[in-house]
């Protein structure tokens, strides 16, 4: 049960578009498309923004768009606005357990 | 509406244990899967386990395997989590959220509790 492996950080101006990635095994992410990925700010709970490695909540902006390939998940956020800048996790079911990513800080430049 | 409300934050010495609670609200409570999380100071999120509300099955993360303890009283639609022989690395944030086929769409507010001597 080890945590996926995102990028610490990364970065963009407002307009532009980001992807984050997420790494994990054959037993996780490979495994199943049972990936979902959260905003987190500080001080609030965290936010469901994509379920099902594609799947857009209600109410999340058409900005936020999730893929996988192989182990590899990905989140990408396009024409990046200034709330945008959080704490994003991704999230993987692993059979009766699950798994978090280490987490990402996007910044806004 | 969809609510999970947790009890309060708590300060607890090494070796104790604590409760903490998950009351849920605006649905039924039996039909999802809760989930526990934590989130140390500076660390990110960290999977505990979950427990079945109807049956009262439970699944835990293996670094908290003899140590934690998820239960359920149908009767109030409430979730407990307890995690025992507390350290110092154990202060954390730690948030109930309901699972949606392996999603989580609802977050308690999180209840910090602290390990100090």
């Known amino acids: 049960q080890s945590a996926l492996t995102q990028p610490r950080s990364v970065s963009g101006s407002p307009g532009q578009s980001v992807t984050i990635s997420c790494t994990g095994t054959s037993s996780d992410v490979g495994g199943y498309n049972f990936v979902s990925w959260y905003q987190h700010h500080p001080g609030k709970a965290p936010k469901l923004i994509i379920n099902?490695?594609?799947k857009r909540p209600s109410g999340v902006p058409d900005r936020f768009s999730g893929s996988k390939s192989g182990h590899t998940a990905s989140l990408t956020i396009s024409g990046l606005q200034a709330e945008d800048e959080a704490e994003y996790y991704c999230?993987?079911?692993?059979?009766?357990?699950?798994?978090f990513g280490g987490g990402t800080k996007l910044t806004v430049l | 509406q969809v609510q999970l409300v947790q009890s309060v934050a708590s300060v607890k010495k090494p070796g104790a244990s604590v409760k903490v609670s998950c009351q849920a609200s605006g649905y039924t409570f039996t039909g999802y899967y809760m989930h526990w999380v934590r989130q140390a100071p500076g660390q990110g999120l960290e999977w505990m386990g979950w427990?079945?509300?109807?049956?009262?099955?439970?699944s835990y993360a293996q670094k908290f395997q003899g140590r934690v303890t998820l239960t359920r009283d149908t009767s109030i639609n409430t979730a407990f989590m307890e995690l025992s022989s507390l350290r110092s690395d154990d202060t954390a944030l730690y948030y109930c959220?309901?699972?949606?086929?392996?999603?989580?769409?609802?977050w308690g507010q999180g209840t910090l509790v602290a390990v100090s001597s």
């Open positions: 959220t309901r699972d949606v086929s392996w999603n989580y769409d609802y």
């Open positions: 427990i079945n509300p109807n049956s009262g099955g439970t």
């Open positions: 999230c993987s079911y692993a059979g009766r357990y699950v798994v």
């Open positions: 099902d490695v594609t």
